[in-house]
């Protein structure tokens, strides 16, 4: 006597499209999840620039001025000099990047100097020589991929 043999499990064609589906979600999915997870390291760098600011200005009460600048006008990374000793390394930060503390005189500004604090984002180079105030002091900013915040701003003594 022949068995009745009934289809059981699925078909190529069932199984294929079944692929293509998950294919085309996560195809949707993960570049929403990158975007969220960049958003998050930047929302991070950011906790970090006001940390480090609450600290310079702590400083400048204690000590009547803000912290001199350790490696005046080296770029972080590029010329591979350290510029917060002992403070947090690259491969703390979110995205492996550098903080830079600069002193710089402000071009918008006539006879000022600004203090500040940079963050050379996901490419872990600095986009420009962070030269002009882009910001009111305590409020971080960004200039393509990187962060900063301005310390403060003093008249040239």
């Known amino acids: 006597m022949l068995k009745d043999h009934t289809d059981r499990g699925f078909t190529l064609i069932e199984l294929l499209s079944v692929l293509v589906i998950i294919g085309v979600l ?25 940390a480090i600011y609450t600290e310079a200005v702590i400083y400048k009460a204690e000590h009547g001025e803000y912290p001199p600048d350790a490696n005046p006008g080296i770029a972080p990374k590029v010329d591979g000099v350290p510029v917060f000793v002992n403070f947090r390394t690259a491969d703390d930060n979110p995205f492996g990047e550098v903080m830079d503390w600069d002193l710089l005189p402000d071009r918008t500004r006539s006879g000022a100097w600004v203090a500040k604090i940079s963050d050379t984002g996901a490419d872990g180079t600095r986009q420009d020589d962070y030269t002009t105030a882009g ?19 003093e008249p040239i003594k």
Do not use: F, H, M
């Open 26 to 50: 996560s195809a949707i999915a993960l570049p929403a999840y990158l975007s969220q997870r960049d958003k998050a390291k930047y929302a991070q760098i950011k906790i970090n620039l006001r």
């Open 135 to 153: 910001g009111s002091p305590g409020v971080p900013y960004r200039t393509e991929d990187d962060t900063a915040i301005v310390v403060g701003e």
